[in-house]
């Protein structure tokens, strides 16, 4: 008994539908925040005929959260790479209180020999810096 009453809780914990709104099939909308990663991996070196990929990971809270678009844009003149980690946050929901672990791997293409550094920003627009690695001139 104690099982299903569980699996019972849990259902209706990741349904996230408002009570009001399951009888009309009005879905609450989540909101698009911009999260901070816990951390980047840079896998180095790189040069210039290679791919540069770099993976954010972190963590949720409770099961409100999903994981969004990671996206970057590299400004290649003063070598910064900005990185956009979106997440949907549920507020009208039922949340479980559970952490739950989330990773991107984001693809840069290949880039230009120099040294990079690698910012985000959070919700309210503070930039935060991650590290940095260096692209070399690749060898014939």
């Known amino acids: 008994m104690k099982k299903y009453l569980f699996v019972i809780i849990v259902l209706l914990g990741l349904s996230r539908i408002e009570v009001a709104g399951a009888a009309s099939g009005n879905w609450p909308k989540p909101e698009i925040l ?3 990663p816990e951390k980047v991996f840079i896998p180095t070196p790189f040069d210039s005929n290679k791919d540069v990929e770099i993976l954010i990971t972190g963590k949720f809270m409770n099961s409100c959260f999903r994981a969004g ?3 970057a ?3 290649s003149e003063r070598k910064i790479i900005y990185v956009n980690n979106q997440v949907y946050f549920y507020e ?11 990773f991107h791997t984001i693809n840069l293409g290949p880039l230009s020999p120099g040294d990079y550094q690698i910012v985000t920003w959070d919700n309210q627009g503070l930039e935060h ?6 692209v070399f001139l690749a060898q014939e």
Request: with cysteine; proline share 0%.
């Open 34 to 36: 911009n999260l901070v």
């Open 69 to 71: 678009k990671a996206t």
């Open 73 to 75: 844009q590299v400004d």
């Open 92 to 102: 009208s929901s039922w949340c479980l209180q559970v952490i739950q672990s989330y």
């Open 129 to 134: 810096v991650f590290g940095r690695f260096s």
